[in-house]
Structure formats: structure tokens, C-alpha cells
């Protein structure tokens, strides 16, 4: 359906909708090659943009066009259009040059294998340009020191700026509060990394764009988003310059650019943040041999759930942490006699 996108304001206040309106035909005037195909409900040549809706998965996909009048024209793509389009777009060193000049310019640097391929990459187009980048890393109070050493040792080796930011409350003391996070309730992302960069950006004046290491090949649901979007938390243009890259394309980045193996890797464990939301036994096994003290916190958080939820559930039962410590301190025993 094509429509003259409706940029009014509600009693003078900045919506959401006027804001990603705004947004989308700032983008369209930047003539972005990867990101525009022909429009198969209208015909004409158009960029494909997405939409954050609340709650909905699958987000909708816009064919956006400058209209005669500077205007914005929009083209709601249904699910087989959107597929269709989504099949032929991408996003270009070209169009990511472009978005470089729009505004300052935040990559988010996690410490993960995908994020420090982005942070090179970033870090030499903007380079060619005489642009300067800025690394944002969320310090979740949740993860290994090692990953906060190798965060300032990397963006020291490659003369980035870093930002580190940090949740009001310490993770563990607002699980005992808040209780166990889970797939179902994953208050930790927002509270532990959204809201401090939300905070962070808040404060920078001016157009900021944010680069994010999402690729398409992680998981289903992400291989439905588009790499250029505008997110609804930031207020900011988003993107994802690698969102194409294969998982051996990330593997020879690294490897062709010599850069450091992350800590997460070494350990073959997440490293960043053990919120325990997706984590099951063998996970906390291994976290109580690399790191007993994090392992601890963890204890006092089910401790204060006095005994209604537990970081791990197997076959719908309960095994509290204190449980799985007893029985590797059995198996250690068992091993050291044997």
C-alpha cells in the first residue's frame, strides 16, 4: 500500500513514528545502492527500511521514496514482498561510507569475535575518510574481568576511543531483588545494556549514529532484520555493516588481520554477561571451574529467591547451584583418588 507519510506532531511532542518518519527520508536523500531496489508494489525505486513495532517479531518492511513535494512516500511491503526484497538488498563499504559522514559515530564493542571484526572494519573506513570513531562497551557487572581488560587493551592497539558504561545497580544485588532473569523475562538486556548507552547517547547533541556486529547468520530471527534501521531505545540511525558476513568470513577477518582472540573464545563460554538466562548446567559447571567467585553470587541470587526459581530447570525440576557444586566436588574427589 503507497502512502505520503504523515509527519505531524501530537501536541508538539517528538513520537516515535514522526521521529522514524523523519529518519527515513533523511536516509532515502543519501541515495544508499545496497539498501534500494524496485519497489514491487509501485514500480518505482525505493529504499527498504524496517519498523520497530512492540511485541511484533516479524518487523514490517517500508519502500521508502522522496516524493516531488520533498515529502515522504512509504510502501508497506507484505510478507512475500518483503521476503522478496529482503533476498536482494545489501549494504555496501560505499553505503556505510555515507552513513559515516551523517553524524558522530558509536560502535558497539562487546568483546565477542563478531564485534571486533566491526570495530576493525569501522575503525579503517572511517580512516580513509579522516573520521573518527568511538567504541561503547557495556560493562554488565555480570561478566569475566578478563573481557574488561581485553576491551581496553583492543581499542588501546587500534587508537579507538572507548566509552565504557555501566547499569545504576550492580547485576547481582538487582537479581536478588528483581529475581532470576529468563528467556521469557530478559529485564537484564535493558536493564544492564540498553538504558546505560540509551543514558550515554542522551547526552551526545547532535545527529549520532550507532554500528552494531549483528549478521543475519546468528540466528533466524535475525536474518529477518535489515542492516539500516532506526532504533527505537538509541532515538538514533542503527547499523549493521557485517550483518552479511559468513561465520568463516569473521573467522578469516581475524585471522587476515591478525587481531586478538577475545577471552570468550579462549574459554569456548559466553565471558560477557552470566545474567543465566540462557545458560544450563554444563555452563555453570564450567563456570564454577574458571570463575568459583562469580559462581558464589550467583548462589546468594537463588538464595534470595528462597527456593521459588532456580538458574537451572532439567526435565521441569529444579538444580540449584548449590546442588551442582556438591556433586563436582564429588566428581573432584572421586577423580583426585582415582
Keep these: ?68 513535494t520533498g515529502s515522504l512516500g512509504t510502501c508497506e511491503l507484505d510478507d512475500l514482498q518483503s521476503k522478496q526484497v529482503k533476498n536482494s538488498i545489501t549494504i555496501t563499504r560505499d553505503d556505510i561510507r555515507k552513513l559515516l559522514r551523517m553524524g558522530r559515530c558509536f560502535v558497539l564493542f562487546s568483546g565477542g569475535k563478531d564485534s571486533l571484526c566491526l570495530l576493525e572494519y569501522m575503525r579503517g573506513l572511517a580512516a580513509t575518510d579522516g573520521r573518527e570513531i568511538t567504541a561503547i562497551h557495556a560493562n554488565t557487572t555480570a561478566g569475566f574481568p578478563e573481557v574488561e581488560q581485553y576491551v581496553e587493551r583492543v581499542c588501546k592497539d587500534l587508537g579507538v576511543a572507548l566509552h565504557t558504561v555501566h547499569p545504576d545497580r550492580d547485576f547481582f544485588e538487582t537479581a536478588k531483588r528483581w529475581g532470576i532473569p529468563s528467556p521469557r523475562s530478559r529485564w537484564c538486556c535493558e536493564t544492564l545494556k540498553v538504558a546505560p548507552i540509551r543514558r550515554f547517547l542522551a547526552g551526545i547533541e547532535g545527529p549520532k549514529l550507532i554500528f552494531d556486529g549483528i549478521r543475519a547468520a546468528e540466528s533466524s530471527m535475525r536474518s529477518t532484520y535489515t542492516p539500516v534501521w532506526y532504533h527505537p531505545a538509541f532515538r538514533c540511525i542503527s547499523v549493521s555493516p557485517i550483518f552479511y558476513w559468513s561465520n568463516e568470513k569473521v573467522h578469516d577477518y581475524i585471522a587476515k588481520h591478525n587481531l586478538p582472540q577475545s577471552p570468550a573464545s579462549k574459554l569456548n563460554m559466553s565471558a560477557e554477561c552470566w545474567c543465566g538466562a540462557y545458560q544450563d548446567r554444563e555452563d555453570f559447571e564450567a563456570l564454577l571451574s574458571v570463575h568459583p567467585e562469580i559462581f558464589e553470587k550467583l548462589v546468594a541470587v537463588e538464595k534470595a529467591q528462597r527456593g521459588k526459581y532456580t538458574f537451572v530447570f532439567e526435565k521441569g525440576q529444579q538444580v540449584p547451584l548449590v546442588q551442582i557444586r556438591k556433586q563436582a566436588n564429588v566428581c573432584a574427589r572421586a577423580l583426585g583418588r582415582s
Design 1 to 68: 500500500m503507497s502512502n505520503t507519510y504523515n509527519n505531524d506532531r501530537n501536541n508538539g511532542s517528538r513520537t516515535f513514528d514522526v521521529a522514524w518518519g523523519e529518519v527515513a527520508l533523511l536516509i532515502t536523500t543519501k541515495r544508499l545502492r545496497g539498501l534500494t531496489v524496485k519497489c514491487p508494489d509501485c514500480g518505482r525505486k525505493g529504499l527498504a527500511f524496517s519498523k520497530w513495532i512492540k511485541g511484533v517479531t516479524q518487523k514490517p518492511l517500508y519502500l521508502c521514496h522522496q516524493e516531488r
